[in-house]
């Protein structure tokens, strides 16, 4: 019995591939999520073209090489600034790391790899079914819906949403904050445990209001206790409640935990004596 011969090829980005580096890259935090430049990583064959559009309000560089390891001097757009573009054509295999001189927190990646020609008369492994119409899978993300562990919100009616792992002795504790429906959100974040501080980052920024956090390795599996001080909505100009705290207390996934929004410190007195209705008990549902 004869198999017949397979004929597969490998899709590659079109001619020219766009990259935008986004408002509010100048600003820390993008790194966190790899989001100072969009697409973080792309991949495009060998004679394509990849073009950089800055659709911030500074100006930035596209410089191959790393911030650690210093410049590779395969391309440099030099300084270009807003609303302008850069563009460069690969014509070698290979991958290159890239970052911006003026805010070297900023980095991307881009893989260049050989146009693939159809592959005729390729032989399947002895006793293999072929795989005909198989939904590719490469960079298939497969969409999880999870309930947030604790949920708070500050006194503008903004919903805070935070996601963590179990907290385990000697491992991180993994910690996603969501502020619902906002954009360019600047907070603090600070996690303990025990009265031991195993995570402070100070002035964060998200252009999608949406940041992830890893705490130090934990001393013991008890629950934590994480504070998040809201620094306004904005890039430049700040807008929001500044300085309002969430308090989230005895943090567990499978439990839940207490949160409460506290307001500015020159008048928590003032909440816990006359407004003790602005403190919101929300355990997880």
């Not at 032989?123 to 795989?131: L, R």
């Not at 899978?137 to 006194?155: A, D, K, R, Y």
């Not at 816990?272 to 209705?277: E, G, N, R, V």
């Amino acid at each position: 019995m004869t198999i017949a011969s397979l004929m597969m090829a490998v899709p590659f980005a079109s001619a020219e591939t766009m990259v935008s580096v986004p408002l509010g890259s100048s600003l820390r935090g993008c790194e966190v999520i790899n989001t100072c430049y969009i697409p973080y990583e792309v991949k495009v064959a060998v004679g394509e073209t990849v073009t950089w559009s800055n659709n911030d309000n500074e100006p930035h560089t596209v410089t191959a090489g790393t911030a650690a390891g210093g410049l590779s001097g395969e391309f440099d757009s030099s300084l270009f600034m807003s609303r302008t573009t850069f563009s460069h054509t690969f014509e070698k295999e290979g991958k290159f790391d890239y970052f911006c001189m003026v805010h070297p927190w900023m980095d991307g990646v881009v893989t260049v790899v050989a146009a693939t020609e159809p592959t005729i008369n390729q032989e399947p492994t002895i006793n293999q079914e072929p795989t005909i119409n198989q939904e590719p899978t490469i960079n298939q993300e497969e969409t999880i819906t999870v309930e947030p562990t604790v949920t708070g919100m500050l006194s503008d009616g903004t919903k805070i949403l935070a996601w963590t792992t179990t907290p385990t002795v000697g491992e991180k504790m993994e910690i996603g904050i969501e502020f619902e429906g906002a954009d360019h959100v600047n907070y603090d974040i600070k996690v303990t445990q025990n009265g031991n501080t195993v995570l402070e980052d100070i002035s964060t920024y998200h252009q999608d209001g949406k940041g992830k956090h890893s705490t130090t390795p934990l001393d013991s599996s008890d629950p934590v206790d994480i504070t998040i001080v809201f620094q306004g909505f904005g890039v430049d100009e700040k807008a929001g409640p500044i300085g309002e705290n969430v308090i989230f207390s005895n943090v567990v996934p499978e439990f839940g935990a207490i949160a409460m929004m506290i307001l500015a410190v020159a008048i928590i007195s003032i909440i816990a004596i006359s407004t003790k209705s602005r403190l919101s008990i929300m355990p997880r549902v």
